[in-house]
């Protein structure tokens, strides 16, 4: 078995067969061509260029950015009383604006975590919940300021032709208020649908996913998507994932569709069961992976560990592998 492991993810290294789709690197962001599953998808006109929407599930729209390296995706969900948006994107363009085109119900935002590719409309609502972390807190404090944020407006990053402004210079991400703090397993309320808050904490100490149970929908956040899984950033507690993909998996049986934050809306809920078989893999040896930093395409994870599997890969804080390794 571990032979068998190992070869297969030789075989992904070498081939790139089975690599995080998000790792496109075209000429420009303005000619992109759009990811294969799109073309499957009826897009919803809008007057916003910077986005283009689907709808992807009953009364739910993607709202994707893919003119932007992070292909982040927000959701809209709507009931019949109120609606709500998971993820707030960029902030590169006003996703308020599009909200009302999709929408005249109140809107009230949940972020699947607070990194700063998820809340960067967050200042544009009142209405705000949020799971009570000191990580939360800080986030919704200062926000992002533009000396992190900088790489994310390069030439080279983004599409500014697909934008009615953009001030390169001064990007950042806004600070937001905090209407409410949520507990895990809080349960939303939108006039006939319920959605329950599911604390997921590893990618980020506030990471959430969505579980719309009526309809077997499951929003992910960067808990899973189809693309590189970062586990290395500050903030990451990678014995933390393990329990949370664990949790999310035992779902599946009772899902119908993922609705992950990057890259592409739709997902399979088999794929929770193959994520969670990956990680324990990677905690208990079975897999080898090699160091990210060591390649030009992932240069910028420091102390990181890389490993690829079918559909989707993990980028690994190398210390705390280390780590769990020990205690095996």
């Not at 009615?164 to 937001?176: E, G, K, L, W």
């Not at 693309?227 to 035992?250: H, M, N, R, W």
Request: proline fraction near 6%; hydrophobic fraction near 45%; charge should be negative.
């Amino acid at each position: 078995m571990k032979a068998t492991i190992l070869l297969t993810t030789l075989f992904c290294i070498i081939t790139m067969a089975c690599n995080n789709p998000q790792t496109r690197q075209p000429d420009s962001w303005c000619n992109q061509k759009p990811r294969a599953q799109f073309a499957n998808l009826k897009e919803v006109p809008t007057t916003r260029a910077w986005f283009k929407v689907y709808k992807v599930g009953d009364n739910v729209w993607a709202m994707v950015e893919p003119y932007n390296y992070q292909e982040v995706i927000s959701y809209l969900i709507v009931g019949k009383e109120k609606a709500l948006l998971f993820d707030t994107g960029m902030g590169l363009d006003t996703i308020s604006a599009l909200v009302k085109e999709l929408t005249s119900l109140p809107v009230v935002v949940l972020n699947s975590h607070t990194h700063y590719d998820h809340i960067g409309g967050n200042a544009e609502f009142d209405s705000i919940l949020a799971l009570n972390t000191p990580y939360t807190i800080h986030n919704a404090q200062f926000g992002w300021a533009h000396p992190v944020v900088k790489d994310e407006v390069t030439p080279a990053a983004f599409c500014r032709e697909k934008l009615p402004q953009v001030d390169t210079a001064n990007y950042h991400i806004r600070p937001f208020n905090i209407s409410r703090f949520i507990p895990d397993g809080y349960k939303i309320q939108l006039g006939g649908r319920e959605l329950e808050v599911l604390a997921v904490p590893g990618h980020a100490p506030d990471a959430v996913a969505l579980l719309d149970k009526q309809n077997g929908y499951l929003f992910t956040g960067d808990t899973f998507y189809e693309g590189p899984i970062y586990l290395f950033a500050e903030g990451t507690d990678v014995k933390a994932y393990g329990q949370s993909i664990a949790k999310l998996a035992l779902l599946a049986p009772q899902l119908k569709q993922l609705y992950p934050a990057h890259n592409t809306p739709l997902a399979q809920p088999a794929q929770l069961v193959a994520v969670k078989k990956a990680f324990d893999d990677i905690m208990d040896g079975n897999v080898n992976g090699f160091d990210a930093a060591a390649t030009a395409e992932y240069a910028f994870a420091k102390d990181a560990m890389f490993f690829a599997f079918r559909g989707f890969s993990f980028l690994i804080d190398g210390q705390q592998l280390e780590a769990a390794s020990l205690k095996k």
